[in-house]
């Protein structure tokens, strides 16, 4: 029985060893890899941008003039207002989009949104589709970049996608803008530099006509950007990142609509995480798909948070059993795989975090992670499923 638990409690080690690995070659790739290089598309696709929209009456004209500021002849661009209550469909239209209403009292999410503005587009369909959120807005030829990538690689495309604090925000809140920035910034760049595939982010995501065609957009997943980027790269179509592209947002400032929207990214995370990384490995595996198998070990990697967490819950487990029985491989174990995590997120932080935090506040880190242990309870006895709405701040 004893061998047993040491058998199952150097396994439980050695799976955290992995999301720790991959999280510091990440790291190490993004700070210290040659660029690849990048040519240029000899021509730009015509474009149609799909923004699906919710209730964004509030922001909704401030995107579209950024989106169409960026448009030629021959681009589209089409807003699914889907089952809105508020004005958002008068002010796109206002702003001079295409503009489409749905309504429907069950199939409710993004994935429907998206699926139901594909059928419109259908009667004239673009070269390149890119989805925007109605509450983002473009860095400079974000999207002529996007465009290009996708139309000369072949491969869907995700532009680099950043979440800001409000200004004033607590120190708490920056600390989730860094851990964003690792996390949509510094890992997809890595894998990017090593010619490896990244996850979709949601917004500022290129297609070709014929790849979006490829999956089933009418769902209602609670991250469908995930599902979507592991559909396409089963399909031999694993996106590609071009930090070149910018799209930003901000983070609510209300601790309702943080927390709304927290939970659903990190739930929906964790569920990919449960549900997908096993199968695509073995998929991985059985085809020799390198590009499968960087996605699934990129996926493998939890919120940085949580990682943490384990990371430290660990070390203490293991420390426990070496004042108890004096086995000592486990405490070794366990101390290189924290010292990995705290080494990541330090090299991340030198290279890439400097400017939304100081050390003194990323020193702070654990203690947030801890305030996010209700969350992670929350995902094991009641968890998320469904995409739910976080609350704007002009609401």
């Not at 029985?1 to 510091?24: G, T, W």
């Not at 995902?379 to 704007?392: G, Y």
Request: net charge positive; with cysteine; glycine share 8%.
């Amino acid at each position: 029985m004893i061998l047993l638990l040491q058998i199952l409690l150097m396994l439980l080690l050695l799976m955290l060893a992995v999301p720790a690995l991959v999280l510091l070659a990440q790291v190490l790739a993004a700070r210290w890899a040659a660029p690849r290089a990048t040519p240029a598309s000899p021509e730009r696709p015509r474009v149609a941008v799909l923004v699906p929209a919710h209730n964004e009456a509030g922001g909704i004209a401030e995107v579209l003039a950024g989106i169409r500021a960026q448009l030629v002849s021959g681009d589209r661009l089409l807003v699914v207002a889907d089952n809105c209550s508020d004005a958002t469909a008068a002010i796109a239209r206002q702003a001079g989009a295409e503009v489409s209403e749905r309504f429907h009292d069950s199939l409710r999410g993004k994935g429907y949104a998206l699926d139901h503005g594909l059928r419109q587009l259908a009667q004239d369909p673009p070269e390149v589709l890119i989805v925007v959120d109605a509450d983002c807005l473009l860095g400079e030829g974000a999207l002529e970049a996007i465009a290009r990538a996708c139309w000369r690689s072949g491969r869907p495309a995700q532009a680099l996608y950043l979440m800001h604090t409000p200004p004033g925000a607590a120190s708490q809140r920056r600390i989730a803008e860094f851990a964003w920035r690792v996390k949509n910034l510094v890992r997809p760049l890595g894998w990017q530099k090593l010619g490896l595939p990244c996850q979709l982010m949601g917004t500022g995501m290129a297609f070709s006509w014929r790849q979006i065609g490829q999956v089933d957009l009418a769902t209602g997943h609670i991250v469908e950007d995930m599902k979507l980027g592991v559909d396409l790269a089963r399909n031999g179509q694993a996106p590609l990142f071009c930090p070149q592209a910018l799209v930003y947002s901000y983070f609510p400032g209300s601790d309702s609509g943080a927390t709304t929207q927290r939970t659903r990214w990190e739930h929906g995370h964790l569920s990919v995480i449960l549900g997908y990384v096993p199968r695509l490995l073995m998929a991985a595996l059985v085809s020799g798909n390198a590009a499968l198998a960087a996605l699934a070990l990129d996926l493998c990697v939890p919120p940085l948070a949580l990682l943490v967490l384990l990371g430290a819950a660990a070390w203490m487990v293991a420390a426990g059993v070496w004042l108890v029985s004096a086995w000592g491989l486990p405490l070794l174990v366990a101390s290189l795989v924290l010292g990995t995590i705290g080494a990541a997120v330090l090299l991340a932080w030198s290279g890439f975090g400097r400017q939304v935090i100081s050390l003194r506040e990323l020193s702070q880190a654990f203690a947030y992670a801890a305030r996010k242990l209700p969350l992670y309870v929350k995902f094991m006895f009641n968890r998320q499923v469904e995409w739910v709405r976080s609350k704007r701040d002009s609401e």
